[in-house]
């Protein structure tokens, strides 16, 4: 295993790959892999590209992919597909999308499923995000499954959140959604060819209007993805976005406030594994007849199950 984790960071696509999965399948050995990859992470600039589905994700990411790699840069991608609910497994494979760059040596592209998360990120895209940036990755690029308003959860994990829109679509009804204004660091009105481009692009301006003065205005950018025009200035904005970041407040409080719920998320899966662990030993056929006939409660019975977690972690 240490050899492993070493030939990863040295960027060995392979020995990547295999962290990663040995990550998602929540294998024994993972929480020791992320304890030895983490004192290197901290340095890649994590990118969340999000929205609703046919808004043209994929294709985008493709061309930041690109402009990217012009400006020198090593970049990982994690896109997120909806999870077989036979195997929890990504439907779509990684060579499936932005297929000109998965042979790329300074490019690397990882499918990973939603796994049942509702919201649309499963706690193996946090790790695996961190394994990238650990492994030497000068970009992460998130590609979010497009699930609509549960997509706030990639501010966990992102510095920089793109919104991608698209006109025809009521995109200009779903950013008026709460939560979805304040996750967006750029705001990009994809398909600006078709009509409508201008009226979502106005009406988002009127919603930060809205909003009042912040450390950050988001920009609306418009683009056609599939011909790269605009793309260019999106990555631009992203890149100053980054810049923002390291040297405001408001930049400290965000990554202050994505490590505290790093922490919360590790501490909730503890506990849930100690409660399922503890419920595991109290069920019996006769507690069901007893639940069943109502001679007990759910209430009593968690409470019993609960006084015996904290009586084993008091021994």
Sequence with gaps: MEKLIVKALDGDHRSIARLISLVESESPQAEHIMRKIYPHSGKAHIIGLTGSPGAGKSTLADKVIAHFKELGKTVGVIAVDPSSPFTGGAILGDRLRMQQHAVDPDVFIRSMGTRGSLGGLSR?????????????????????????????????????????????????????????????????????????ADRVSTEVNMMLDL???????????????????????????????????????????????????????????????????????????????????RKTNPYEVAERVLGNILTDASD
């Design 124 to 196: 193996s895209t946090q790790e695996a995000a961190l394994i990238l940036d650990a492994c030497g990755k000068d970009v992460v690029i998130i590609e979010t499954v497009g699930v609509g308003q549960s997509e706030v959860d990639i501010v966990k994990i992102a510095d920089t959140v793109g919104l991608i829109l698209v006109p025809g679509m009521g995109d200009d009804i779903q950013v008026m959604k709460a939560g979805i204004m304040e996750i967006a660091d750029v705001f990009i009105v994809n398909k600006a060819d078709r009509d409508g």
């Design 211 to 293: 909003l009042g003065m912040r450390p950050w205005r988001p920009p609306v950018l418009k683009t056609i993805a599939e011909r790269g025009e605009g793309v260019q200035e999106v990555v631009s904005e992203m890149i100053r976005h980054a810049d923002f970041l390291h040297v405001s407040e408001e930049g400290r409080r965000r990554k202050w406030q994505r490590l505290g719920m790093e922490v919360e998320e590790i501490l909730r899966r503890e506990i849930a594994s100690l409660v399922e662990s503890a419920w595991e030993k109290e069920k019996s056929p006769e507690l069901f007849e007893s639940l069943a006939g």
